[in-house]
């Protein structure tokens, strides 16, 4: 798995209100899958925060790109999470792969 979609599941799985961590689960696991889809949570991130690929880009060489506190991090994924299970009505098939997991899994 690439470093920038490891880092986006593993802050977003949390919150699909699962047990363990994102490595407890397979590929084949619609939560996993739903954690890694990086184009959906970067639209969902600068949504939320005003933060995206543009806005970077036009910060001056000059300036320093502000690193934001941990808890806030954690506040702001929990949020979009929970807005885009509701927006996406994707709670019904979070709770059959509650009720279904994969033998391999957690």
């Known amino acids: ?17 699962f047990g363990g961590w ?5 590929g084949y696991s619609p939560v996993w899958r739903l954690s890694c889809v990086l184009p959906i949570w970067a639209k969902k991130l600068e949504a939320e925060t005003g933060w995206g ?5 036009r910060i001056p060489a000059s300036e320093s790109i502000p690193f934001f506190d941990p808890d806030y991090i954690k506040g702001v994924m929990r949020r979009m999470v929970k807005h885009t299970i509701a927006e996406e009505n ?17």
């Open 22 to 26: 994102i490595e407890h689960y397979t």
């Open 90 to 106: 994707w709670q019904p098939v979070l709770d059959v792969a509650r009720e279904m997991p994969c033998n391999e899994e957690f």
């Open 53 to 57: 690929l543009q806005r970077l880009l």
């Open 1 to 17: 798995m690439h470093v920038n979609m490891a880092a986006t599941a593993a802050l977003v799985f949390p919150h699909f209100g």
